[in-house]
């Protein structure tokens, strides 16, 4: 991969904070599974979630089949982070920077599997369990329903999790193999 015309590719977008990492480095909880099932209305819902996407130690799987990965942060702020309309209605713009990165990515050859922020809202209506996905190329799982961790990883690179004020952060993690 050539890094530093993908770095110039970057500084393009509207992206707050990157980082390359490995893929053994992400942490897996069940912990977060148990979440998205207990506490995410959109558990049992859409391909782009558990129980579709299937165990965490099949995700896990999945995850280090592509040794390395790129983390995305986008920050946008809002007039009251606590309305979550506004929250999530910045969430499409975030998905059109992760797509936009995964075709970076896929234009240096690489094989992407790229896992986004909250869960897939491509489709008026998801045709889960009725239906193949519609559209399995734009489909991007949601970092937590394959049970990481993120948080430990964003520490871990100096990328900030809470700014604080009314700023929401998504983040995106793509991960690449030759
Ligand atoms: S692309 Fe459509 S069918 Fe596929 S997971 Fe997303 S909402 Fe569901």
Not at 31 to 43: A, G, L, N, S, Y
Not at 49 to 72: F, H, K, M
Not at 89 to 118: F, I
Request: glycine content about 4%; proline content about 6%.
């Amino acid at each position: 991969m050539n890094i530093a015309a993908l770095e110039e590719q970057l500084a393009l977008l509207p992206i707050a904070q990157y980082t390359f990492f490995r893929t053994d480095e992400l942490v897996f909880s069940e912990r977060v599974r148990t979440i998205c099932e207990q506490e995410c209305p959109r558990f049992g819902t859409s391909w782009a979630c558990p129980p579709a996407v299937g165990s965490v130690a099949q995700c896990r799987e999945t995850c280090l089949s592509y040794p390395d990965g790129l983390l995305i942060a986008t920050l946008t702020e809002v007039e009251d982070i606590a309305d979550m309309a506004q929250t999530l209605a910045t969430r499409p713009a975030h998905e059109a920077v992760t797509r936009k990165v995964a075709e970076l990515l896929r234009a240096q050859g690489l094989d992407v599997y790229p896992l986004s922020a909250d869960s897939c809202a491509s489709c008026e209506e998801c045709t889960y369990l009725s239906a193949p996905c519609r559209h399995p190329r734009q489909m991007f799982p949601c970092v937590e329903s394959h049970g990481i961790v993120v948080t430990v990883l964003a520490e871990k690179y100096g990328i900030d999790c809470q700014y604080g004020g009314n700023i929401v952060t998504w983040f995106s993690l793509l991960l690449y193999r030759e």
